[in-house]
């Protein structure tokens, strides 16, 4: 094995930057992660109310259609005909009776099945299928599907275990924490171009060491400083985490000036109603970031809730899609604040905009140093819960999933 | 007010593009509106934006924050605008539709066509007669964001 394809022996706290930058590790990853044993955050159920109604989204490489049937069931298959392998939905999404594809007219209904097939008796006697071609053996590969509060996973391994299995209650708590008993709205829908490998931004995510040292913004607004309560949740496989912070009246905050951290300032807002939030939730939480591995995260930072979904285009290039929610029970003014405090996030976020660059910044920082690797030891070598922030266990936990994931 | 709109538009370009963007905000009136979306969002009529203010002072914040909180690799703009399809309204104020091309300047030169969409303005006069933004919607034809938007459109 060349020297650049080792991962460093037992460890989750160094990562070899070769992980980043091959192209046969995201072949690998298409077929271990994305078409293996992972759920998959598909779309929401509020985008697909409706029967007939459907989206298109995607497993890594692999295009999907999601789609509510006459019976109000939601199926999940693959975007590929069974003929010649085109697209079978080329729109985002619609409401529509069946699909046929455009190529030959092969037709299929909300679940996949094809129902028909274009000249299959022939013209005039004759041409046409042979008479043993039975519809029901050709159809594209069907996901398993399963929901959580409104949100849609699918996966294509028999091997996954039950969804509420492979996120763990204390996850499975903490999406309904956020999503339980509401009826969401989408916002806004924003796609954010990464100039960077999938991994570095799913690390960025778990990453609640950086969050206060990067984001000024954050930081000088109380929304998040790793010197509030707060605390980090790890699932048992390492690859789901909740890293969350609350409101505490009186808490220390020397701690960055004293260490000249860049992130202390006395930089104040001339229009300080965009932090001027509503209690949503009744427990000063003012920031909760879950993940779920591989690619899926849901937000809630003060009033400003989305689900960001991650999807590697590219060694060196990866689409975040952000869907921007709020829900039908907000007040008009709850409403206006959501809106408000969307600027926090995303491509444009007051708070987040770093994230689409640093990820950059490690990509071309590393390139020439594939047998290299980064250090990830602060709060110790494992990936276990904890009650500080000041730690990388939540990074680590995404590599010890990868690792039992894809066999590096 | 056709000639007046011109010249507004031109002088809001080159107010951004000469990195004078703590000039931007003195385009809109105090209560101005500005928001940056897509094509689709907008077609939807879904509400939310990359960039969301209702107030003046909301955009002076965008300014500070760039200057002395947000990080980001250095940057500039080059706005190519079309001409304005003006409607004056019964009650003084106008319509505007603006396409716009950005380009970004990278800091090793890369020079990438950023953006490409069109402004849906109200213009209207604030208490001295001078012509101002009422509101500005910004609609990005794509709904893809390369890297990160920090100076605004």
């Known amino acids: 094995m060349p020297l650049d394809t080792v991962w460093p022996e037992g460890s989750i706290h160094q990562v070899p930057y070769w992980v980043f930058q091959r192209a046969e590790v995201l072949a690998r990853e298409q077929e271990a992660i994305f078409r293996g044993a992972c759920w998959h955050y598909l779309c929401l159920e509020a985008e697909i109310p409706n029967r007939g ?315 020439g140093a594939g047998d290299q690797q980064a250090v990830l030891r602060m709060g110790g070598h494992d990936a276990a819960s904890s009650d500080t922030r000041a730690t990388e266990a939540s990074v680590r936990g995404f590599w010890k999933a990868y690792r039992a994931a894809t066999g590096y | 007010m056709l000639n007046e709109i011109h010249g507004f538009q031109a002088a809001y370009a080159r107010c951004i593009d000469d990195n004078r963007l703590e000039g931007w905000p003195d385009f809109f009136l105090a209560d101005g509106r500005y928001r940056l979306t897509t094509a689709d969002n907008h077609r939807r009529g879904l509400q939310a934006g990359l960039i969301w203010a209702n107030s003046r002072a909301m955009l002076q914040d965008r300014i500070s924050a760039l200057r002395q909180a947000n990080i980001y690799e250095r940057h500039g703009y080059r706005h190519i605008l079309g001409l304005p399809l003006v409607e004056p309204q019964a009650d003084g104020t106008a319509r505007a539709e603006t396409p716009f091309m950005v380009a970004r300047i990278m800091r090793d030169g890369t020079t990438d066509l950023f953006a490409t969409g069109r402004y849906l303005d109200i213009f209207a006069r604030d208490a001295a007669g001078a012509l101002k933004l009422q509101e500005r919607v910004v609609v990005c034809d794509s709904s893809r964001i390369d890297t990160l938007l920090a100076i605004p459109l």
């Open chain 1, 53 to 367: 109604d459907y989206r298109t989204t995607q497993l890594g490489e692999l295009p999907v259609v999601v789609a509510r049937d006459a019976e109000g069931n939601i199926n999940a298959f693959e975007n590929r005909c069974a003929h010649r392998g085109a697209l079978i939905a080329l729109e985002d999404g619609g409401n529509t009776k069946d699909f046929t594809c455009v190529y030959h007219a092969w037709r299929y209904d909300m679940a996949g099945n094809l129902k028909g097939v274009a000249f299959r008796n022939g013209i005039a006697g004759k041409g046409g299928m042979p008479k043993d071609f039975k519809l029901e053996e050709h159809c594209p590969r069907k996901l398993r599907v399963a929901t959580l509060c409104g949100l849609v996973f699918g996966t294509l391994s028999e091997a996954t275990p039950p969804l509420e299995d492979y996120l763990g209650a204390e996850i499975v708590g903490r999406v309904q924490r956020v999503l339980a008993g509401r009826t969401p709205e989408v916002l806004g829908r924003f796609t954010q171009a990464l100039p960077n490998n999938w991994k570095l931004y799913t690390e960025n995510v778990r990453d609640s060491y950086h969050a206060s040292l990067l984001h000024l913004f954050f930081t000088t607004f109380e929304v998040n400083r790793l010197t509030q309560k707060g605390g980090l949740i790890v699932s048992e496989g390492g690859g789901n985490h909740v890293s969350w912070s609350a409101i505490e009246a009186g808490a220390a905050g020397g701690e960055y000036a004293q260490q000249q951290i860049r992130s202390d300032s006395d930089y104040k807002l001339a229009d300080p109603s965009l932090l001027h939030g509503f209690q949503e939730f009744g427990d000063n939480c003012t920031l909760q970031i879950l993940s779920v591995f591989p690619t899926f995260v849901l937000q809630q930072i003060q009033n400003c809730i989305a689900v960001r979904q991650v999807v590697p285009r590219a060694v060196d290039r990866t689409d975040l899609h952000w869907t921007y929610l709020g829900f039908a029970e907000d007040t008009a003014e709850q409403r206006i604040m959501r809106l408000k405090q969307c600027n926090l996030v995303g491509a444009a976020g007051f708070v987040s905009m770093e994230d689409g660059c640093v990820g950059g910044f490690v990509q071309r920082g590393a390139a």
